[in-house]
């Protein structure tokens, strides 16, 4: 689930993740307190409003008792995913934010490490597993310091009810560089940038990563967002059909002082602009 942020020894907020993309606020009190959910000027969500028994007639304290608010744990992972916002479904696979729980951030984590790995002669295997604890603890960090509309990690899974496996994986923050923002209009100051964009390597060629990228446009819509960017290494020709099909358009490449070096490749920088809907 989201991560508790303690306030006092009475009081902490939790982030509740909703259907619809929404997030809750929730106060959890002493045992003696129950709920009730009150709209409040939040980003697209609601506020969950605690009423202790302190301030309130038994009739209201009954009232309340009877309102069950369905937070979910790290053990209800299935009825959680359920209740997802699924932000792209084509081709038989479905888009979706990554529950925030240990088994799927390891998945998400295997999917990334294994696609951005480089074989090593000696000690693969080795290197492999600190690769892969690198890739994860990269993830951790992100979905902990990062605001939940500020950066999203979005798996791809079989649109069928099968067992849960994930077979994509792609990473979606909110930016402002300006070696990017010299590239947008003026009144533009922040895009969302499109990265560790990664299908398993048995699932590949099945139109993955089309239909994650589409996503990416419809989470951007939900931000406010008109602008996406993302690079491509300049000889990854298979990358670069696939972003510029999915309406991405090169705008510039690494200088080639920053790419003649042993080992460093050069780099295009690719941007696409969506229409917002109303």
């Given at each position: 689930m989201a991560h508790l942020f303690s306030r006092t020894s009475y009081t902490s907020h939790k982030l509740v993740i909703c259907s619809n993309i929404r997030y809750y606020d929730v106060r959890t009190t002493p045992r003696n307190a129950c709920y009730r959910v009150r709209r409040g000027k939040t980003w697209n969500g609601s506020m969950l409003q605690c009423c202790s028994s302190s301030s309130r007639s038994s009739s209201q304290q009954s009232y309340c008792a009877d309102q069950k608010v369905n937070l979910q744990t790290e053990n209800d992972s299935e009825n959680l995913k359920q209740k997802f916002e699924i932000l792209a479904c084509e081709y038989g696979w479905r888009i979706r934010r990554l529950i925030v729980n240990t088994d799927e951030i390891k998945m998400a984590a295997q999917v990334q490490a294994e696609a951005f790995h480089v074989p090593m002669a000696l000690f693969?295997?080795?290197?492999?597993?600190?690769?892969?604890?690198?890739?994860?603890?990269?993830?951790?960090?992100?979905?902990?310091?990062?605001?939940?509309?500020?950066?999203?990690?979005?798996?791809?899974?079989?649109?069928?009810?099968?067992?849960?496996?994930?077979?994509?994986?792609?990473?979606?923050?909110?930016?402002?560089?300006?070696?990017?923002?010299?590239?947008?209009?003026?009144?533009?100051?922040?895009?969302?940038?499109?990265?560790?964009?990664?299908?398993?390597?048995?699932?590949?060629?099945?139109?993955?990563?089309?239909?994650?990228?589409?996503?990416?446009?419809?989470?951007s819509n939900l931000w406010g967002f008109e602008f996406l960017v993302l690079r491509a290494y300049e000889e990854d020709v298979g990358a670069r059909t696939l972003y510029t099909n999915a309406g991405y358009e090169v705008v510039s490449k690494d200088p080639p002082w920053t790419s003649n070096w042993i080992g460093r490749k050069c780099r295009v920088l690719m941007i696409k602009r969506i229409s917002l809907f109303p």
């Amino acid at each position: 689930m989201a991560h508790l942020f303690s306030r006092t020894s009475y009081t902490s907020h939790k982030l509740v993740i909703c259907s619809n993309i929404r997030y809750y606020d929730v106060r959890t009190t002493p045992r003696n307190a129950c709920y009730r959910v009150r709209r409040g000027k939040t980003w697209n969500g609601s506020m969950l409003q605690c009423c202790s028994s302190s301030s309130r007639s038994s009739s209201q304290q009954s009232y309340c008792a009877d309102q069950k608010v369905n937070l979910q744990t790290e053990n209800d992972s299935e009825n959680l995913k359920q209740k997802f916002e699924i932000l792209a479904c084509e081709y038989g696979w479905r888009i979706r934010r990554l529950i925030v729980n240990t088994d799927e951030i390891k998945m998400a984590a295997q999917v990334q490490a294994e696609a951005f790995h480089v074989p090593m002669a000696l000690f693969n295997d080795l290197f492999f597993h600190f690769f892969k604890a690198e890739v994860l603890s990269g993830l951790l960090y992100k979905l902990k310091c990062s605001p939940p509309n500020r950066y999203a990690c979005l798996v791809a899974e079989n649109d069928q009810d099968s067992p849960n496996e994930l077979v994509g994986v792609i990473d979606v923050t909110v930016m402002r560089d300006q070696d990017v923002l010299e590239h947008l209009p003026d009144d533009a100051q922040e895009y969302l940038y499109v990265s560790g964009i990664a299908v398993s390597s048995a699932f590949r060629r099945m139109k993955i990563g089309t239909v994650m990228l589409k996503a990416c446009d419809m989470l951007s819509n939900l931000w406010g967002f008109e602008f996406l960017v993302l690079r491509a290494y300049e000889e990854d020709v298979g990358a670069r059909t696939l972003y510029t099909n999915a309406g991405y358009e090169v705008v510039s490449k690494d200088p080639p002082w920053t790419s003649n070096w042993i080992g460093r490749k050069c780099r295009v920088l690719m941007i696409k602009r969506i229409s917002l809907f109303p």
